[in-house]
């Protein structure tokens, strides 16, 4: 039985991953922004699951929901499911979140970043921190190819993890759309089987995976260099060091 946290479990892809978790006998604890959208975990919750609430566009709520999951005790994985496709918020929800929750938590066995295949169209544009810093926020495609480089870079650096990103696909999720073609069963499985599976091809790194089969990420994910350099920024932008 694993214990897995998972971000922005409300609804769609992080829900459904909670639910399947939770089906099958591991321990979940969920996460929703605020006390009004825990409510759409109740049912979760009502099941065993444990629930952390925090908004993950401010660094100081990110910070406190780390707090909130360390105070549970070690996971054994963390799905980095919540992201937003728009707005004035994506940047720090999609990228500085998911940075600040793996410096801040407890090392967990494993950790699963949640991709896009839009991230082959983002522009390997470090000034992102900078444009932030104003206001600016760059398009989904450049925060997904950040936050699959991260994955990346985790994988390469820390040992005795196991960190990958997954492509869930187009799925018809609030985010997704009605019109999205994917499969949405498929869509969450992959990252539950990443966080509890023993299946040899689970237990491995450095992976960009779409339904369990490994796929090829942008060549400038598996750029060194350009890892190192987006670790760095993002240590100044958020003041925390992870590597």
Request: proline share 3%.
């Amino acid at each position: 039985m694993a214990r897995v946290f998972i971000t922005g479990s409300t609804a769609g892809l992080g829900k459904a991953a909670a639910r399947t978790l939770l089906e099958e006998g591991h321990e979940a604890v969920v996460h929703a922004r605020s006390a009004e959208r825990r409510k759409a975990v109740d049912d979760l919750i009502e099941r065993g699951a444990a629930v952390v609430v925090g908004d993950l566009s401010d660094q100081e709520q990110a910070r406190s929901v780390a707090r909130q999951v360390n105070r549970l005790g070690r996971m054994d994985a963390v799905i980095h499911n919540a992201g937003v496709i728009s707005g004035p918020q994506m940047f720090a929800i999609n990228v500085i979140a998911p940075y600040l929750l793996t410096v801040l938590i407890e090392r967990p066995a494993r950790l699963v970043y949640l991709s896009s295949s839009m991230h082959g169209g983002g522009r390997a544009d470090l000034t992102a921190f900078d444009r932030a810093g104003r206001g600016g926020q760059g398009s989904y495609a450049d925060t997904k190819l950040l936050l699959t480089a991260l994955a990346f870079a985790v994988a390469r650096i820390w040992n005795g993890v196991f960190s990958n990103a997954v492509d869930p696909g187009w799925v018809p999720t609030r985010m997704g759309g009605p019109s999205a073609t994917d499969d949405l069963r498929l869509g969450h499985l992959t990252q539950v089987w990443l966080a509890t599976s023993e299946d040899l091809d689970a237990c491995t790194s450095g992976g960009y995976w779409y339904h369990r089969h490994r796929a090829e990420p942008a060549p400038v994910v598996e750029d060194r260099r350009f890892q190192d350099d987006l670790v760095d920024g993002l240590a100044r932008f958020t003041g925390e060091r992870v590597l």
